[in-house]
């Protein structure tokens, strides 16, 4: 049996070498003229549409001088046209062949008839095949432009590049801050379908307030693919991380195929997740690029907003563009007046700091810093567009209203962190550093393996138990407790299914609280900002959404490359930061509501505090939407009635 299969497989072999002996394969080189005719044919058609409809066009010639001259050498038709000879022939030609209907008018013999048939019939094939063919060449261009792989010509512009939640606010933000602008454009670049992009800011940001928003599809690595943005030619570039396995790395080539492209572009802030790659994310950068750590940003938020009730309100009026935030004011005409001076100068703006010629930023300096003409003032106020031609201020400070309650001493405080992700070892150390000798702090986590870092001030328990289950709740909240910061597990669930445990978790702790009579701070963490509303049934203090924040951070960057610095101190542990404290440090309290307070005086009183006065917290202004009663950068001439639980936000140094 194994001979005969052998013998078998020897005769196949041999049948197939005599085949390729007698029969040319392609691969054969030819060289006679059908041969070298059909290669230049399939070589014109590989041109596309434009080929198709030259070819078409040649065999319609072709036809029609055929058949012209078929009639005229026979002599078939027996009115021959008067004038033009065979050129006229040719057109009458031509007209059988493109309209079918022409030959309905045709007298003659039935040899000129039918001659007429054929080349209609000719000419039916052809323009069936040249309809075809426009359309399959409409189609073609209408499917390249739904990819999106159109370069775009425009310049002074703001390229987004990648995709994730963030978008949407960044988006928002960018056409509220463009509204002063000439045209304004925003262009998106990513590795999705064009449309669904579209359709997509459509639905989640559809006041665009003069902004137009162009999505193209690419992918932001690839260097052919970014030159479809214009990036060169823009007014800065943004780079999201995207949602991936290792969003870094997608950043640091983004970073490099841009630096490639336009050594000398425009400023780029890029996103980076986590910490340990931005020393590499920096060199590839260089100079022009601003890197903002999510991880650390969101969870120094967290802190910060969990230490004073109100604060998520205060960064983000500072942060968007809906309402007051930072500008740089340069010809403010103010040298030689002292920084304290400065601060009641402008009736709706607020000085909060200084910028050197060297681009040094230093919020809130001391009282006494003389302003020179070199130096630009870093101020709050509603638009940039209101900086000319600031109005002066005319109220005079009532200094017999200063306050004069002295400042307490803090004491150890008992925290609760509920929740685990990578984000809570910063949320630790932060807590740490505000916290006073001999505070003590309670983990209590399902997922996760909690790794506490050494922290000097706090003594950390770890409890792993369910988060979402009342007995365990009602075992760690208790009313002697100072604050509870409720995290999301973002690492081990999916953004909804994180969120939905938060909200089940808020939910128990403020019923717990609320059946205790306890008055302790609730501050959540949030993944997606829809949520937030849902948050506010549980009666949380405040909601810091993780994407919202950064997206804010990101947009206003992108804006004005001088507010890095600034950022960076006032969410950094050197420097000012934000602090919300009593109002009767600052000014008396009234004795009444016919007793109100300017603000102008309870700037002087911070001033005289070493403290820049940006806000006013009141009870009495408090509602149902805005329930914290928060008011940044009031007009100095703004009166308040000064009540308990009244407090001032102000700038200062610890």
Not at 137 to 153: C, F, H, M, N, Q
Not at 201 to 230: F, N, Q, Y
Not at 302 to 308: K, L, M
Request: hydrophobic share 45%.
């Amino acid at each position: 049996m194994a001979r005969t299969g052998q013998q078998l497989r020897v005769r196949t072999a041999r049948a197939m070498a005599q085949q390729r002996s007698t029969v040319r394969t392609t691969t054969q080189p030819k060289s006679d003229w059908g041969d070298r005719l059909r290669y230049m044919f399939d070589n014109s058609m590989t041109r596309g549409t434009v080929a198709l409809i030259g070819w078409l066009t040649a065999a319609t010639v072709l036809l029609t001088v055929v058949f012209a001259v078929i009639t005229s050498v026979l002599g078939l038709r027996s009115q021959a046209p008067t004038g033009g000879g065979f050129l006229k022939e040719t057109f009458y030609s031509l007209l059988h062949a493109l309209d079918p209907g022409y030959i309905g008018g045709d007298v003659g013999s039935w040899g000129f008839l039918l001659t007429m048939l054929v080349l209609t019939i000719g000419g039916l094939f052809i323009v069936s095949a040249l309809i075809g063919v426009i359309a399959n060449g409409i189609d073609e261009k209408l499917a390249d432009l739904r990819r999106g792989r159109s370069i775009v010509l425009e310049s002074d512009h703001t390229v987004i590049l990648g995709w994730s939640d963030s978008i949407f606010t960044i988006v928002r933000e960018l056409c509220l801050a463009n509204e002063s602008r000439h045209k304004p454009v925003v262009v998106v670049l990513a590795d999705r379908d064009k449309v669904e992009m579209e359709e997509e800011l459509k639905a989640k940001v559809p006041e665009r307030h003069g902004t137009r928003v162009l999505c193209r599809s690419g992918s932001p690595m690839d260097i052919d693919d970014l030159a479809i943005s214009s990036h060169a030619s823009a007014r800065s570039v943004i780079l999201l991380a995207p949602d991936s396995e290792d969003p870094d790395s997608e950043v640091i080539k983004t970073l490099l195929a841009l630096t490639h492209a336009a050594p000398e572009g425009p400023r780029i802030v890029a996103e980076i997740r986590n910490p340990t790659n931005l020393e590499a994310a920096a060199l590839v950068g260089a100079d022009r690029t601003v890197l903002l750590d999510i991880r650390e940003t969101v969870a120094k938020l967290v802190v910060q907003t969990s230490r004073q009730s109100g604060a998520a309100a205060v960064y983000t009026e500072l942060f968007d563009y809906d309402g007051d935030e930072f500008y740089f004011l340069e010809d403010h005409g103010l040298a030689g007046t002292t920084y304290t001076e400065a601060q009641q100068v402008f009736e709706a703006a607020t000085v909060v700091g200084v910028m050197g010629p060297d681009g040094t930023s230093k919020l809130n300096p001391p009282p006494g810093t003389l302003l020179d003409a070199g130096q630009t003032l870093i101020i709050v106020a509603s638009d940039d567009s209101a900086l000319d031609g600031q109005a002066r201020s005319s109220t005079e400070p009532a200094l017999n209203r200063l306050g004069t309650q002295p400042e307490t001493a803090p004491e150890p405080t008992r925290a609760l962190v509920v929740g685990w992700n990578e984000r809570a070892d910063i949320v630790l150390r932060e807590l740490d550093f505000y916290a006073p000798p001999g505070s003590s702090l309670t983990v209590l986590t399902t997922l996760g393996e909690p790794v506490v870092p050494a922290l000097p001030h706090l003594d950390v328990t770890v409890v792993k138990a369910s988060t979402t289950d009342r007995a365990t709740l009602e075992a760690h909240v208790d009313a002697d407790l100072d604050q509870i910061i409720v995290l999301c597990y973002s690492e081990h669930l999916d953004t909804q299914a994180a969120d939905a445990r938060t909200l089940v978790t808020l939910l128990h702790v403020r019923d717990i609280l609320s059946r205790l009579g306890a008055e302790v701070p609730v501050v959540s963490e949030m993944l997606d900002d829809r949520n937030r509303v849902l948050a506010s049934v549980a009666d949380v203090d405040d909601v810091v959404v993780s994407g919202e924040i950064v997206s804010l951070l990101v947009t206003q960057m992108s804006e004005d490359a001088r507010l890095e610095p600034v950022f960076r101190e006032l969410l950094g542990n050197e420097g000012s930061e934000i602090y919300l404290r009593p109002a009767a440090w600052y000014v008396q309290p009234s004795a009444g509501p016919d007793d109100p307070v300017t603000w102008a005086t309870v700037v002087a009183g911070a001033a005289r505090r070493g403290e820049t006065a940006i806000g006013f917290k009141s009870v009495a202004l408090a509602t149902e939407d805005e329930r914290f009663g928060v008011v940044v950068n009031p007009p100095k001439s703004a009166a308040y009635v000064v009540g308990p639980g009244d407090r001032v936000v102000v700038l200062a140094e610890d």
